[in-house]
């Protein structure tokens, strides 16, 4: 019997499938269903599936799965949703290899029952399931397209993993106007069983697929996405397109930690670590896929740009920045290898600027000089139409110059703009996959994403760093919290978690008199502050539960009673259960780290700017966890306030090191220790790297 990880080859490569509901109306999705995978020159079996029987498509119709002669690989469900289970038995029983389920009217209408029997009888016979509430799939290594769309697929580079039927379906019609090929499209649906993970797991390794398009509106198993696109982006370009861009999402607000992970925040940073590609809309992700299926990769990060207008060269030197692409600077190479084909009140500058006056011929000698010129990687070769330009020499030129960049292995985009000559020629140069655009941003973008994919893959590191904790203390302390029947940490148990995971915290106890507040005063020295422990006074400051800058005894005496008073009138009913008596840390730079369990992708650790003005700047990272110091450190580096921990006016760079490592170490407690929920140290204060750093306040929310 196959694993439930295994088969999954059977999807895109089956040598037979049976169509169940199959129909001679040919207005019916089991007519188009068979009838596409018939017409669509699929090499294998083809066994519609109907208790009426007769002949449909010239083929015998049999009566159930199980009268089938053969050994079945696939079957794809089109009958009516109350019929499916007893459908989905009966093919396991046959040892059907795969399941399509294109019928609706499970999970997505609520119906979650039936779901479960459904993988549950699939599992027990190790079959896999493709939906249910899916368009079918297209496969161009079997030649197999079993959607029941009304346009025929064309063969090529681009995988298309949909978790939307309509969209799915509509991409397919769109895939043909912009003649993209696909080596195939899945449609995913409910992803009871079969999902990203499974399908790019065979993807990644499939020979056909130059890069692959993901259009997202949820995730499940969110851990196994990450590895599964880790490991694919090593290979290929993945581009994914996410709906759903809500700041609230479905995250508990809690912890700052909460309210500032809104669900499109994490799922974007996400996709950052694993190297992913996010495209906003269908048409940017279908131009950067395009160009990354057929461009060649650069060798270099070097670029050029070719223009005959200084403005739209401005432009483009502006994208370059955007999107992240360096351009050539060797000004003396650019002038010897310029000279000849730019006119003296021209530009070799970078960008090269042929003037307005550029003819075809001119064009066709600058943009073969980068074929030619070892260091020049890339070119961006931008056209504005003019009177001097025969129009008809546009499309050759175009052609034959993308063809030498092909020939040198060098990738190359074209901006022209002007009227219906320079549009009739973006139609023609795009149906023969010639990266032409009618705008320098488009254009540009794409080579960015090259430029982006090709970064990412080369700074990604599988390599993962943990700190070592005693979770043994860690779980006793939760222990005690949930006997107390809460779902929080006490100020002092966030303490000796920080304690127990090695994070350097201000000296602290906990006083329940007047008397010890003083004593322990003494013991600990002055500065001090003092802050109410109380399970029922989460925000101790809005509350009046904090006093700063205590200096001797009876500023202690004093601020003692005045946060029993404050409390007491802000809750009457609070539980107080002591007062806290810290060491008063010395300014330094405040900092947030906090990490929590995501519900689609597990631990999940932030840095950002902290104090009380958290919530008001959001200036905010986020990774998945693990990660490595490489990672923690670009984490950093993504906050606006990062120039701060580098230190500015001549103040000392920060203890960067020691607050990475109390990233990993929050990030150790919220993988090791699965019943803690979050946790936000707010502020860390971070010093001079000689004096190290403090976490001066914790926060850490658990479950039973």
Known sequence: M???????????????????????????????ITNNIVSGGYRGHVYPVNPQGGEILGRPVYKSVEDIPGDVDMVSIVIPAKFVVDSVAACARKGVKIAQIITSGFAETGNVEEERKIVAIAREHGMRVLGPNIFG??????????????????????????????????????????????????SIGNKCDIDEADLLEYLMGNDD???????????????RLIRALMSTTDRKPVVVIKSGRSKRGAMAAASHTGSLAGSDEIFDAIMKQCGVIRADSIDEAFDWCKFLAFSPKPKGNKSVIITNGGGVG????????????????????????????????????????????ATGKDYDLALTVPTATPGMDATIALYCETATFDSADLVPMI????????????????????????????????????????????????LGMMYRFERSRTEKSAITDEAPIDIAAINRIIDGALADKRNFLLASEGSAVMRAAGVSIPQTKVAH????????????GYPLVLKVVSRDILHKSDAGGVALDIVNKEEVMDAYEAIIHNCRAYDPGAVIDGIEVCEMVSKGTEIIVGARRDASFGPIVMCGF????????????????????????KMLKELRSFPLLLGVRGEARKDIEGLIDAMIKVGTIIRKCPRVTDIEINPVVVYEQARGHKAVDSRILITG
């Open 513 to 524: 008199t007047i008397e010890e507040a003083v004593q322990f005063a003494e013991e600990i």
């Open 314 to 357: 401005v432009m483009a030197t502006d994208a370059c920045e955007r999107y992240g692409i360096d351009l050539y600077d060797d000004q003396a190479a650019l002038a010897k290898s310029f000279e000849k084909v730019v006119p003296s009140f021209g530009s070799t500058k970078n960008p090269v600027d042929l003037t307005g006056g």
């Open 610 to 633: 902290g104090g009380i003005y958290v919530e008001v700047m959001k200036d905010v990272a986020f990774r998945g966890y693990p990660f490595n110091r490489a990672e923690a450190m």
């Open 137 to 186: 799939l297209y496969s161009s290594a079997a030649s197999l397209n079993s959607t029941f769309s009304a346009t025929a697929v064309q063969p090529g580079r681009v995988a298309i993993l949909t978790q939307s039927g309509a969209l799915g379906i509509a991409l397919i019609g769109k895939t043909a106007v912009d003649n993209i090929g696909l080596s195939t499209i899945v």
């Open 399 to 446: 052609r034959a110059t993308h063809e030498k960049h092909v020939r040198a292995g060098k990738p190359v985009c074209y901006a022209i703009v002007g009227g219906t000559s320079v549009n009739e020629a973006i139609n023609t140069l795009r149906h023969e996959n010639v990266p032409v655009y009618g705008d320098v941003y488009q254009a540009v973008s794409c």
């Open 209 to 223: 697929t130059n890069v692959i398009l993901m259009y997202i509106e949820g995730v499940k198993n969110g851990d």
């Open 2 to 32: 196959e694993t439930h990880s295994s088969g999954i080859q059977y999807l895109f490569e089956p040598r037979s499938i049976a169509v169940i509901g199959a129909s001679r109306d040919t207005d019916k999705i089991g007519y188009k």
